[in-house]
Structure formats: C-alpha cells, structure tokens
C-alpha cells in the first residue's frame, strides 16, 4: 500500500506547484531521489514496475515512448538505466499530467461544476502537505474525488449535449459528442477531459445557426428566449453553463411554439368541418348541389328559390 501511495504522490507531484512558493521544488533532484526509491521505501525495480503498472491502467497513451524504454531497462536488469527510466517517467508525468489537471480545471470552470474545481483546488493544496508530512491517505482521498466528479461532470455534459444535438443538427456537434461518448466509455484520463472540452466550440457554432433559423418567429415566449441566447453568445468570451441553460428555454420555447401551431391547424380543421354547410332533401338524401325547393339546410328548412 505504502508503494502505491508514493506512486500515487509522485504521478501528481506537478500540481504542487501551484500549491508552494517555490515552484521548483516539486521537480529537483531531492524529490527524484526520493522517488527511485533513495529514501528507503522501495526498490527501484519495485517503484518502475508499479509506476508502469498506474500508467498503462489510467493513462495509456500518456507517455508511450517513456514506458517502452523503461519496460526495456526492466528487462536488461540495469540499475542505473531502471533509475533513469524512473526519473524520465517522473519527469514527463509533471508536463503532461499538469496539462490534463489544467484542462480539468478550465473545464469545471467553463461548465460550471463548481465541486469539481473545488475537488482539483483540495488535492492541490493536499499535495503539499502529504509530500512533508506522509499523510498520504488524505492524498488518496482527494485523488478519488478528483476522478469521481469529474467522471460525474463529463457524463453530465454529454448527456444534455445529446438532448440539444437532435434539435440543433449539426454534424460537428455530432461528433463531438461522438468522440466523448468514446473517451467515457474507454476510461482513459488523458482523453475524457479533453474530448468534453472539445464540445463547446461546435456547440457556439450550431446554436449561432439554431438562431439564425427563429428570427422571424412570430412569438414572444420564442423571441425572448432568443435574446438571452444571442446577448451570450454577443460575449466575449460566452459563459458556457449560461448559455447551455439559455439553449434549454429556447429549445422549449420553440418546440411549445410548434405544438401551438400544430394544434391551432387542427382546430381549423375542425371548425371547417363543425361550419361546413350539410343539405338534404325531403326525402333525407343528402343533396351537394342543390336548385329552387324545399330542403333542410343544417337542420333546418329552407326554401331555395
């Protein structure tokens, strides 16, 4: 457990970066060492095969080349190169791992989810405090949240997407969300977050064509959903969660629109045939052109002459 939880520390050890006045110390040579296993908690054999084990699981496509040159100093049994597979996975997990972590934050920042920036916020201040203090199951903790909301998040996102997409019928939207599903379904972290991140500009571009189509609908419910929509997306830069709400109104204010319409066609229908003059003889015949006589003219009688 106690391997797994340095793995876990130092797999994330860019983003306490942010956390600590110098940012450089989540990078020299004192923390490598300790993670090669220089400070006694495992051997570097033990920490690569973990480290590989974590990576491939999670993030797959994450750092291909570093994880083919450490499998090959695994399979060579050199200490020395062993040790410097470690610190070139370390290294390279602090740039890429920080991107994805920034990427999630801009995402929780731009949809809304508010306990998803708090949860990335939380483990960069936990960071910190488990790498001087060992409190590594406050780590683990916080890790955990990080992946449970923003799994809930992204899900969140293609979901309403895939309500919107049907009425919005945009091909890049399509396949945005497409491409999304995928990411979700595959698991890969290196992938969901920015896959849902993607979305957003085809969503603008099709909702921006959505609009275009309503402008001369003549109803108020309608046109006043449309203001909101077209005030964001006059922003400069449009408040995503806002505007997806304000898509919502205006996707409901439209399809009432048309169940208006619909409804008032067949009233009209009904009235014509309620109206539709119905003549018939003495004889109780029905008559469609009738001459000069005598005849019940929609129950009643009436003398054509």
């Given at each position: ?99 994805i972590l920034a990427e999630a934050k801009t995402f929780a920042d731009n949809y809304g989810y508010t306990e998803l920036a708090r949860a990335i916020d939380e483990l960069q201040r936990t960071i910190p405090i488990a790498v001087f203090t060992g409190n590594y199951d406050s780590l683990v ?165």
């Open positions: 457990m106690k391997k797994f939880l340095s793995l876990l520390l130092f797999a994330f050890v860019a983003v306490s970066a942010s956390a600590v006045q110098n940012s450089n110390r989540a990078t020299d040579e004192s923390t490598l060492r300790y993670a090669a296993g220089e400070a006694g908690q495992s051997s570097t054999r033990e920490l690569l095969e973990s480290f590989i084990e974590l990576l491939e699981k999670y993030a797959p496509d994450l750092l291909k080349e570093e994880i083919a040159a450490a499998k090959e100093a695994l399979a060579n049994n050199d200490e020395q190169a062993m040790q410097n597979a470690l610190k070139n996975l370390i290294t390279a997990s602090i740039t890429k791992v920080s991107t903790a916080a890790l955990q949240k990080v992946a449970e909301e923003g799994g809930l998040a992204a899900q969140d996102v293609v979901n309403k997407m895939c309500i919107y997409a049907e009425t919005l019928d945009n091909e890049e939207l399509n396949a945005a969300i497409a491409n999304a599903k995928t990411a979700l379904e595959s698991g890969n972290l290196s992938e969901i977050i920015p896959a849902i991140n993607a979305i957003g500009e085809p969503f603008i571009a099709a909702t921006k064509e959505f609009i275009a189509k309503l402008q001369n609908i003549d109803d108020a419910d309608v046109q006043a959903a449309l203001a909101e929509v077209t005030a964001l997306l006059n922003a400069e830069n449009p408040n995503i969660p806002n505007l997806v709400e304000a898509v919502g109104k205006l996707i409901t204010a439209y399809k009432a629109y048309l169940d208006k319409q619909a409804q008032a066609g067949i009233n009209t229908i009904a009235t014509e045939k309620l109206t539709k003059t119905v003549i018939f003889n003495l004889k109780g015949q029905r008559v469609e052109n009738a001459t000069k006589g005598l005849y019940i003219v929609n129950g009643k009688k009436v003398v054509l002459k």
